[in-house]
T-cell receptor
Framework: SQQGEEDPQALSIQEGENATMNCSYK?????LQWYRQNSGRGLVHLIL?????REKHSGRLRVTLDTSKKSSSLLITASRAADTASYFC????????????????FGQGTILTVHP | KAGVTQTPRYLIKTRGQQVTLSCSPI?????VSWYQQTPGQGLQFLFEYFSETQRNKGNFPGRFSGRQFSNSRSEMNVSTLELGDSALYLCASSLDRPAYGYTFGSGTRLTVV
């Protein structure tokens, strides 16, 4: 079963606008990661935020993490048509037993469409 | 440097057959994970290998198995294929530990007819 939910399920914007996607999860995490997927191909790692971090930036990407609310958001500024893709948040669970090795738990994803 | 390589890219099999998918991780990456992606269930974790040992396994039936070789290359096998096994199978490699991101291959699209 999925760890959490992503919101919205689909987002349609014009080039130059900002896009914000939200992700909620259910259990304690070690870190949260965002991935992009173009048309059913492989996932591309965008950014990772650790559970003790609140905000992280990478180029036009800004990620926030609120562990008290078990939620994260991904902001893409000045969107481009090339940003059109599905975006997934994925969590690595915090487990002292180590059973979270290699296991990403994904949300259902947000489909972003950026119109030229 | 080369990315994660998955072969084959596309595969069509008949119900009841078995299939083997291959994944070559990034050089130096010893952790290899496998995921199944379907429109209905989304991305689901299958298993993870590190140094030829399975460290973690998802909730899939025993028909799904995998292994890792000494050069970190990994294979997954699905026996007695069912129509519901039609999916995009993705492999990911990592340096290890949950603190790092994962690099995914382009996937193998399996269609069971």
């Amino acid at each position: 079963s999925q760890q959490g939910e992503e919101d919205p399920q689909a987002l349609s914007i014009q080039e130059g606008e900002n896009a914000t996607m939200n992700c909620s999860y259910k259990t304690s995490i070690n870190n949260l990661q965002w991935y992009r997927q173009n048309s059913g191909r492989g996932l591309v790692h965008l950014i990772l935020i650790r559970s003790n971090e609140r905000e992280k930036h990478s180029g036009r990407l800004r990620v926030t993490l609120d562990t008290s609310k078990k939620s994260s958001s991904l902001l893409i500024t000045a969107s481009r048509a090339a940003d059109t893709a599905s975006y997934f948040c994925a969590t690595v669970l915090s487990n002292a037993g180590g059973t979270s090795y290699g296991k990403l738990t994904f949300g259902q994803g947000t489909i972003l469409t950026v119109h030229p | 440097k080369a990315g994660v390589t998955q072969t084959p890219r596309y595969l069509i099999k008949t119900r009841g057959q078995q299939v083997t998918l291959s994944c070559s991780p990034i050089s130096g990456h010893r952790s290899v994970s496998w995921y199944q992606q379907t429109p209905g269930q989304g991305l689901q974790f299958l298993f993870e290998y590190f140094s030829e040992t399975q460290r973690n396994k998802g909730n899939f039936p025993g028909r799904f198995s995998g292994r890792q070789f000494s050069n970190s290359r990994s294979e997954m096998n699905v026996s007695t294929l069912e129509l519901g096994d039609s999916a995009l199978y993705l492999c990911a490699s990592s340096l290890d530990r949950p603190a790092y991101g994962y690099t995914f291959g382009s996937g193998t699209r399996l269609t069971v007819v």
